[in-house]
């Protein structure tokens, strides 16, 4: 029965790392990192291992995911200001003439 829980933990971190990697959205990839940290804590759990099980399920499962949303969330803010853009936006670029 210990080598049938084995497998399938093994088998499901494969899936969730496969699909964390092919994924390309940033909110969905944290998503899919945290069932991945969730699975290699239950791996860790089943091999016997609880201490590293522990580390795993608060790290991986938690910290990493929450951190890596709040970075896509302050990178993907937009600056607040004015909204239309002016006929100077559409001029020349920066180290060109306008003519």
Known sequence: MNEWLIGAALAFVVIAAT???LTRDPA???????ALGLGL????????APDVALSQLA????LTPLL???SVRKVTRRPTGRTEP?????GAGAGQERG
């Not at 969905?28 to 945290?34: D, E």
């Not at 002016?86 to 559409?90: C, L, N």
């Open 41 to 48: 804590a239950v791996l860790f759990a089943v091999l016997q």
């Open 28 to 34: 969905r990839q944290a998503v899919v990192l945290s």
């Open 68 to 70: 890596i949303l709040l």
């Open 59 to 62: 790290v991986g499962t938690a």
């Open 19 to 21: 699909t964390a990697v």
């Open 86 to 90: 002016t006929p100077d936006d559409h």
